[in-house]
């Protein structure tokens, strides 16, 4: 029996489990699919880690080290959970065969990952040489040069991650391809893409087909309803991320529409009040020092559920997506007398008015003005006490 077994062992996972180290749980262990720990900044050799939690400006493999170091608990490496079964069971697949282990409480902190080729429909050819950023910044950290003249699809933040690993693999895509009309990630990551790496960023531009026989030979390309052929010798797909809810759909555990991740109260519980969430399972993707800061929060909650300080599951509010609003998180919200909650949330489209939190009746509970594009986050601030009495929530944009 254990105290805590957190399932993923990237920065959300092992940053929980270093606050629960330090406020003394005695029987913690974190489960790791992959051989190292560290998720995924430990493919990323690029400065931008470690500001959130450490107040330090490193690359990702000495942010990944740090947070292994700092969590303090027993790391199972190449164990994969199978499941979750009321009453804390958990069903794990080790070197050593299946087991079936026990825990008061379980986080899950399986984080995120990219969309590949196939669920985006891309078609053409199956060459040798198209790949996600993952996989490319794996081989590049292994010494690895998959390609030389690559395209990047997506204009993310992680697209720029890709164009900065490229650079320190000594790699020199020929484009960078958005559909959009604008960049998704804030600039001037653009400008700073053309000046400083020399990549030209195609907007308005839609991948068509691969082309190529073993290997990648180039793109055909769509550009203001002109087709083209872009000479290149690989494709790296980037962003588009999902929460890695596998387990957690396949435990029971209800996801959520919007977030596509697990449905949580306001103490990163889900309908399981044994398991927590926290991280980029929760929603489609925020940066490592967010997940950090998650981990941190869930990890405090999980101190209360331990000493049996958490109000009951059936005493959340649910809160409901209204005009504008294409996900919020998290979904359910406690009253208490003091105290305040934060919501995030994601537009549908780019939203310029206010947001506004409502009760059943139509009254106003919490908002604030906002311009947003889809892909940012707002916050919310809901002061908990004036949740008492209040049945149900809708969150919405006012233009």
Known sequence: MYDVLIVGAGPAGLSAARVLKRAGVGKIAVLERT????????????????????????????????????????????????GIGPGGVVHLS??????????????LATGTRETPRGPRLVSGTRPWGVTTTGAFQEMVMKGLRPFQNPVIIGSELVSFSALMT??????????????????????????????????????????????GGDRVEGVEIEQDGERRTLACDGVVFTG???????????????????????????????????????????????????????????????????????????????????????????????????????????????????????DEHGRTVARRRVSVLPERRVELAVPAAVLTGVSALRLEVEQ
């Open 35 to 82: 051989r190292e720990p560290g998720g995924l900044p430990r493919y990323c050799g690029h400065l931008g880690f470690g500001m959130l939690d450490f107040g330090r400006m490193w690359k990702g493999p000495r942010y990944a080290r740090a947070l292994t170091e700092a969590a303090g608990v027993p790391i199972l490496t190449d164990t994969t959970v199978t």
């Open 94 to 107: 080790t070197e050593r065969g299946l087991e079936t282990w026990q825990a008061r409480t379980i986080l």
């Open 166 to 211: 490229a650079r320190h693999g000594q790699v020199n895509p020929v484009a960078m391809i958005e559909e959009n009309v604008r960049i998704t990630a804030q600039r001037p990551a653009d400008v700073l893409a053309a000046m400083v790496y020399g990549t030209p960023i195609l907007l308005n531009t839609k991948l068509v087909s691969i082309l």
């Open 240 to 358: 588009k991320f999902v929460p890695d809810a596998i387990l957690a759909r396949t435990s029971g555990l209800a996801l959520d529409g919007g977030t596509r991740g697990p449905a949580i109260d306001s103490t990163f519980r889900t309908q399981d009040p044994q398991v927590f969430a926290a991280g980029n399972v929760l929603r489609a993707v925020e940066h490592s020092g967010q997940a950090a800061l998650e981990g941190r929060a869930a990890a405090r909650m999980i101190l209360r559920a331990l000493e049996g300080r958490l109000p009951s599951l059936g005493s959340a509010v649910p809160v409901a997506c209204g005009q504008g609003v294409a996900s919020v998180w998290p979904q359910r919200l406690h009253a208490a007398p003091r105290g305040r909650i934060v919501l995030h949330a994601r537009m549908e489209t780019p939203q310029r008015g206010v947001l506004r939190l409502s």
